[in-house]
């Protein structure tokens, strides 16, 4: 099936239960509504959860609220450009996987975007299905480099390099932080008891009734939890906690 637009501009408790299949999010940046609305409909019908926005601010405002697994980016927007945009999410740190979608054809074109940070290409007019094709392949080498990289909000976790980054910022922290924050980002948004995070780190229940995972939970809080209004961490009164 081909796709173009006349005229368009480029733009619970922890338990050992298997894992809930996690829901692929995929961020469309694009201002012609059409195409926008064909894009996130035909992505649903796919089994993605499709984000749909308009502009820059829009874009920046959405990656703030949450990771995506891949990014759909035009490049002519009303409020800016889409190569400064992808460049600036670069110099943050953001590595979400972004694929060009724009009416600008030429080779030059595709090398300036695939160099700024990009990492497919796609011009208009375009197959839908060779656009899922390119998600698919984006999804699959996500996939290869999570396995050693563990990531969260705007927390990134290199396991072999054994390095921490907050919105691109390195966080030192000891090898305990570590292993305890390391088993949050490998079970986001499920509430761990005390007693399983003391195993995990002490090997031993016998710090579960002290207050020293408490006293470890405070320092890492202190390091990734900057803005009061998102917290990353939430205490669950009498089980345990959280990583939101």
């Excluded at 050992?16 to 019908?45: C, H, M, S, T």
């Excluded at 920046?60 to 992808?86: F, H, K, Q, S, W």
């Excluded at 656009?131 to 990134?156: F, G, M, N, Y």
Aim: hydrophobic share 40%.
């Amino acid at each position: 099936m081909e796709f173009a637009l006349a005229g368009a501009k480029s733009t619970a408790i922890f338990c050992k239960r298997p894992p809930l299949p996690i829901p692929v999010k995929i961020l469309i940046v694009e201002d012609q509504r059409r195409l926008g609305q064909f894009l996130k409909k035909g992505l649903a019908e796919h089994a993605y959860t499709a984000t749909w926005v308009q502009s820059c601010r829009e874009a920046r405002d959405a990656l703030c609220e949450t990771g995506y697994d891949v990014i759909i980016l035009d490049l002519g927007l009303p409020d800016g450009d889409g190569l400064a945009l992808l460049q600036e999410w670069r110099k943050g740190g953001f590595n979400e996987p972004v694929l060009i979608l724009s009416a600008r054809d030429s080779v030059q074109d595709r090398i300036k975007g695939l160099d700024l940070g990009a990492d497919d290409y796609l011009a208009k007019p375009f197959s839908f299905e060779e656009l899922l094709a390119r998600v698919r392949s984006l999804l699959r080498r996500q996939s290869a480099a999570k396995d050693t990289v563990l990531e969260h909000r705007h927390v990134r976790m290199d396991l072999l390099g054994r390095t921490v980054t907050l919105g691109g910022a390195a966080v030192e922290l000891t090898s305990r932080e570590f292993a305890l924050l390391e088993i949050f980002l490998q079970n986001p948004g499920r509430i761990l008891t005390r007693t399983l995070i003391s195993e995990k780190i002490w090997e031993s229940h016998y710090d579960v009734d002290t207050n020293l995972l408490d006293v470890y939970m405070s320092k890492l809080r202190g390091k990734l939890d900057l803005d009061p209004a998102k917290p990353l961490f939430k205490t669950v009164r009498g089980v345990g906690y959280q990583l939101l």
